[in-house]
């Protein structure tokens, strides 16, 4: 079992449609948990963080985190072309020197 | 804030010369950053932890005497690929850690794509 799990994809929603991506991790003692938005041969781009359970929202973007299940997601509502990208989930949990653990990725495409 | 820059963005060499990446961060200091590294289509992949004052951390497989790290200042942290060969063909990003109390992020640079002929 991998430590982050995330679908591979490719997540296909039209535009003006929630997208929603999952990721799962292993280890209980996770702390801090974050997604990265990667366009095509760019470096990745924080797009939230969340640490606490429940929802964090930002614009359109939304972190749910649920310790309890090991799970935390995004939502993208209102997608749009521009959010077409591969979606990464990190994890980071205490004493493992301030390494992240990361998903392979959700490669979501909008279509418009 | 938590602007990370590096330098180049791209780099072409001759098989068997050594090329220098340079990662900054901005307008923070980072007592700790990351360098990776990513093949087209594949998944980020750590290479070593960046520690300022101290040596690096490299991770299983990544050989420390071909990828030098130097952490000279708190903003700033170099990747040396010596005798680089083809295979190091790929696209080298660094990150560094802000840190908000209890609370840590990493940044990443804009990544440096090397090309060894």
Redesign the interface.
Known sequence: QKEVEQNSGPLSVPEGAIASLNCTYSDRVSQ?F?W?RQYS??????IM?I?SNGDKEDGRFTAQLNKASQYVSLLIRDSQPSDSATY?C?V?RAGN????I?G??TSLAVNP | GAVVSQHPSRVICKSGTSVKIECRSLDFQAT?M?WYRQFPKQ??M?MA?SNEGSKA?YEQGVEKDKFLINHASLTLSTLTVTSAHPEDSS?Y?CSA?VSGGR?????????TRLLVL
């Open positions: 801090s974050f990265y041969g760019k470096s990745p781009e924080l963080s640490y990464l990190a980071n020197n301030r390494k992240l990361w392979l990725g | 700790t990351f998944s980020l750590l932890t951390t696209f990003i850690i609370q840590e992020t990493q940044y990443f640079g804009p990544g």
